[in-house]
Each structure stands twice: as C-alpha cells, then as structure tokens.
C-alpha cells in the first residue's frame, strides 16, 4: 500500500466520494467496476476531456494522474474496449470514455482519434472497517445490483425514450419532455437505464427540473449488457416510484438495435406493462420507420411520438405522420408541443392542464 495524489476523479466513481489522496496497493483485480489510479501518457486534440465527479467537463493532459474505473464498451460512435484477463502496475490500457472507463481498446471510431493511452499505477483502496486499516479494492457504485430485482411502479405513470441508435436526439427529447412537465406542474423522476457510464445525461435532465435522478452506475454497473439491463430497470424504476413523483421518465442508451441491452428490456413483459409512454428516437426518416416497426412488430409497443433529427423540419414530420401514423415533433423547435403530446398520451392533461398563454 502508498500514497498518490491524483489531478482528476472520473465522474465514473462518483458514488465513492474519493478523495485526490488516495492509498493505493499493487494487487489488482482485474475486474468490471474496479477503480485505478492511471497516469496519462498521451495528448489528444479532440474527445480530450473527462468528465469529474462534480460533472464539469476537464481537459486531459499527457502527465496527469486520473481516477477511472474498468469497464467494457463497445460504442458504434466512440471506441469499442473490453476488460483485460489480468493488470499490473505499470501495464499500459486505455481510456474508453469521457467518464473515465478504462480497458484495452479493440477498435477506434475514426471522428474520436486514438483514445488516451494510460500507464496503470494502482487499484484505489477503500478502508471499510471501522478502527482497522485493512484496505479492500474500491468498485464504483453505492450499491450492489439485486439482479432478482422486483418491479413495482405504484401506478406512477412511466415514460420510455428509445433510440434508432447513439446520437438520435434521445436526451434532448428527454430534457424537452421534463421541462414541460415541470412548466405543468409535475413532479418528475429520471433514469439512464443502458449505456457506458457518464453522468452528463442525467445531469441535463436535473437541469431541465427533475427532481430526483438515478443512474446504472449507482449500482455498480460500468457499462450496461442484456444481462444486467432488465435488472437495472426494474430496480431504478421501483426505487423512484417509491418517492411518489408524478411521472418518471428513463432513457435507454444507445438503440433498439445494439449491445447495452435495450432490446433484452424491451422483451420483458412485466416492463413493457409498466411503460405508460414511449418516445422514439430517430436520426432520419427510414430510421423512425425502421424504430416503428421494430417497437410494434417485435415487442408489440406502440411509439406516442417520434421527435429526434427526423423531424428537424416539416418534411420528416409529414413523412412520418402520412407513412408511420404517429405524431412527430422536434426536441428543440417545438419541445412544449412535444411534452403536450406525452403527457395527454399517459393520460395527466386534466389533472395538470396546460398553462394559459399571458
């Protein structure tokens, strides 16, 4: 065991509240969750950035001392990484994402560059006995995941935003959604179900007046799979209806089609019973027609609207309207219209009217 100081902290480790002195040890488990100390080796002039616990965005220099977190990921528009077999000090691995996940990379998306080589120092040790200095290897989380999970919504009703892929304008469709809801007097809950794990989302969400937001990581999942997806969604979903919001609303990660496990969710009955609501969306017109069928033919979910790039200007919403039957708004041209339509589609428009235009 010895001491470091660190530069940065890895939004990634946020449940563990460390510290930037930190005892590390040699011994480590090469394992999802586990939490490093690496040193950076590289300078990059793009996606050079690392989210912090706090949730501000950090530059990232060659010779900084960071905190991440190992963890697959396997990203159609940023690096695709797996956990190594076994770690020592001194191995060099990579950064997958701007969270702070970290493992070898396997393949590089050319518009992100080569991702930030990084030299391993340690495994950050916890301290867990009270009087004792037996340190134990620090994983992210505040909690395990009960992968037995049960799901109770208490009939909050619960609002699903799925995506054609990554990028489709699925938090912005979300952030939309929240801020009308709370301009209507609601009290709303927020939740990323899948994905790699960084903060920014659901920190866009709280900004837009959630009021109380969960994250996979807080259960100790770095990057989510079909495995851990169903879980993690019942789980997050019955914590927060317990607080009793007026709605909760959830992004899945990543796309219907895709390696996080929004399809494993899907496929569940007993979720796909507790969905009041679900929003597609999609990057352009065959997408939303492409993400329609998929959600009616094979998980017999009907969308109550598509917003995302498909419907940037009236010719994708009048596509969709005509060919998809289903109503289409944009996120960021015309968001109130589209937390009108969600909240009518999951049935609070009498009991939270509309505001009266001064």
Not at 9 to 24: E, M, N, W, Y
Not at 140 to 151: F, N, Y
Request: proline share 4%.
């Amino acid at each position: 065991m010895r001491s470091v100081v660190v530069d940065k902290i890895g939004s990634v480790t946020q449940a563990l509240s460390l510290k930037h002195d930190l005892r590390i040890s040699d011994d480590i488990p090469s394992e999802e969750g586990v939490v490093l100390v690496v040193e950076i080796l590289t300078n990059k002039s793009n996606y050079n950035t690392l989210e912090l616990t706090s949730g501000r965005m950090a530059k990232v220099m060659r010779g900084d001392i960071v905190v991440g977190a190992l963890g697959p990921r396997r990203a159609l528009f940023g690096y695709s990484g797996h956990v190594p077999a076994s770690l020592k000090r001194g191995d060099v691995i990579q950064m997958l994402n701007i969270g702070g996940v970290l493992g070898v990379c396997d393949s590089v998306n050319p518009d992100k560059g080569q991702p930030f080589d990084c030299r391993v120092l340690g495994v950050v040790l916890q301290f867990p006995y009270l009087g004792e200095r037996i340190g134990v290897p620090a994983r992210v989380g505040s909690r395990k995941l009960d992968p037995d999970a049960r799901l109770e919504t208490n009939g909050v009703p619960v609002v699903a935003l799925a995506g054609t892929c990554m990028e489709a304008g699925k938090t912005a469709a979300a952030c939309s959604i929240v801020s009308r809801m709370r301009h209507r007097g609601l009290t709303v809950d927020v939740f990323k179900a899948t994905g790699v794990s960084l903060r920014r989302d659901i920190l866009a969400m709280e900004d837009s007046g959630a009021r109380n937001s969960m994250i996979f990581t807080d259960l100790g999942i770095v990057t989510t799979t079909g495995k851990s997806g169903p879980a993690l969604t019942r789980a997050m979903l019955t914590e927060l209806a317990a607080r009793k919001p007026d709605v909760i609303v959830f992004e899945l990660g990543d796309g219907l089609i895709g390696t996080y496990g929004v399809d494993a969710i899907l496929e569940c009955e007993d979720i796909r019973n507790a969905l009041t609501s679900v929003v597609l969306s999609a990057n352009d017109p065959v997408a939303a027609w492409g993400g329609v069928r998929l959600l009616r033919e094979r998980f017999g979910i009907e969308p109550a609207v598509v917003t995302g790039p498909a419907t940037d200007n009236s010719v994708g919403v009048d596509i969709i309207g005509e060919q998809m039957q289903v109503k289409a708004f944009n996120a960021i041209t015309n968001g109130a219209a589209l937390g009108d339509c969600v909240i009518d589609s999951i049935g609070l428009t009498a009991k939270f009217p509309a505001p009266v235009a001064a």
